[in-house]
């Protein structure tokens, strides 16, 4: 079936359903009851319920729909993004050497910085530019590369299938790790182009709507679904039963939604390509994120105070259109260094484009640009 078909229906037909309801239900419920010591003894934890931490059926419904979603085998909804970075960076250990984007989330960043000094992880970075300096970087003891695509927030692009088909042929037993909070699996998948595992701020496209903090994991790899779903279980930074339904019912208008981002985004990059006030746009092409330079710096406080229907706001990927200055606030840990040499600059904008009619959101940034 196809994405749309999956997702309108996620939840309905459920297998932990029992009164037939067409939206899945929420179950507020942190244990469950056992009816003999003989069904503790056997107990399946694939398809029985015991306690929260491992799993709910709420969750559950949840984490078939976002396994379907990446075309993946598992999935694991958690707490926020960073709870999922963090699950898939819980695979590792000491002296493991990890290769990464060097333009990627913020925060995402400052996890590898307290990785490398509390967990004695080593950390190299890829420009993005050449696979063969990716392969470059390889070594025996690297265990995962770590990418995020279209780039945050200077919008490059990676050739993913190009990434895993050079990697594996140099070691297979790389795990290849894409964050693919920008794009969502509406126009990219990174499992069908050869990655390991698949990671989401699920509080971004997928959630959609401005309103919960989530995350998740997605693989189609036994071993590595094995490795996650223990640790997550023992740390427990699963995502609660009321987020999960928020989100599994957010999920269910994800590939409209998305249309729709990208149908504003292309009118919304021409017209600041022809704007005077604004230098320079990056814009893929695809997805509904825009970054652009404002030509005067000294206009930028002066841009976002003007901003009428657009908010100036941290995070992406939802309904309402949002801008935000990774320079002083995604990126504000980055060292001013490198930030600079990434093109992060005080003049660089940030711009979630939201589902408001593409009119409205011109006029608002043209009468907030002059
Ligand atoms: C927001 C974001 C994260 C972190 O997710 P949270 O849900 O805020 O914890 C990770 N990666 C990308 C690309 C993001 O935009």
Known sequence: MHLETILAQAGNRNSQDQFKSVSAPLYFSSNFRHDSLAEVANFDEDKQFAYARLKTPTRSVLEETLARLEGGKYAYALSSGMAAIQLVFGILKQNDHVISLNDLYGGTFRYFD???????????????????????LCRPETRLIWLETPSNPTMKEIDIVEVCHQIKALNPEIIIAVDNTFYSPIFQQPLQDGADLVIHSATKYLSGHNDILAGCVITSSDY???????????????????????????????????KQHQANAQIIAQYLEEEPAVSKVLYPG???????????????ANFFEKLQVISFA???????????????????DMAVEKRRALGITPNLIRFSVGLENATDLIADLRQALH
């Open 314 to 332: 941290e995070s992406l990927g939802g309904v309402e259109s949002l801008v935000t200055l990774p320079d002083q606030q995604t990126h504000h």
């Open 114 to 136: 307290y990785l490398t000094e509390h967990v004695g992880i080593h950390f190299d970075e890829w420009d993005g530019q050449k696979v063969a300096d990716l392969v470059a």
């Open 224 to 258: 590595l679904a094995a490795k996650l779903s223990f640790n997550l279980k023992t740390t427990g930074a699963n995502l609660d039963p009321f987020d999960s339904w928020l989100l599994l019912r957010s999920l269910k208008t994800l590939p409209i939604r998305m």
């Open 286 to 300: 695809k997805g509904g994120m825009i970054s652009f330079y404002i030509k005067d710096e000294a206009q930028v």
